[in-house]
């Protein structure tokens, strides 16, 4: 029957069209909430963070904890769910670093070696594989764009071997302080918090 049918498509021209999966849907560029009047750059930040995110989109739908970002995620529009992974990044950003590219802490480093520091808006750091895939060390890491890269090359990574957003605190994969489960710096409710709020203006 399939040989018959595809006899008469080919004979009368009739061509099939491509099934595509998820395909984006958007209406224009999407503004995050860190954005001001006062500060043009932020928006090269939402843009180049969406543009990472809408690549990446399956990889975050994959993670088994996404619908905690927000209560409307899983049957949210493509662009919807963009600005909700978008606004968590934002979230992530204001207690990792105020959004302050030039924040830099030893934290868990040596004082003396600069490359080992937590530095830029997500507090990356240039002796981690993420920030070597791009060649990215201290002073390039306070460039909020290049720890935008290394950030969400972390995240990519984190959600492949762990399929968590949210990690426990024993995880080997943890990374951020603010977003794992039983930390003491933990700012898990603050940041739901904070992408709830954001998402609904």
Known sequence: MGKIINFFKR???????????????TTGRISLSWETESNQDRKKWSDLLTSIIKNDIALYRSA???????PEFKNASFE??????????????????????KSSSVD???????????????QMSGVDSAAKKYGYKYEALKDPLKN????????????????????????????????????KYSKIAEIKSRILKNVSQ
């Open 11 to 25: 004979l009368f021209g009739i061509k099939e069209s491509p099934v595509i999966e998820d395909a984006p849907k």
């Open 64 to 70: 088994t904890d996404i619908g905690q970002l927000h």
């Open 80 to 101: 919807r769910q963009v600005k909700i992974i978008g606004e968590f990044w934002v979230a992530m950003a204001y207690y990792e670093s105020g959004y302050n590219p």
């Open 108 to 122: 868990v480093g040596s004082v003396g070696n600069l490359e080992t520091y937590s530095v830029g808006l997500y």
């Open 148 to 183: 935008i890269e290394v950030a969400t090359e972390q995240m990519r990574r984190q959600i492949g071997n762990a399929k968590l957003i949210f990690l426990p605190n024993a995880s080997k994969y943890r990374y951020w302080a603010v977003a794992l489960i039983g930390n």
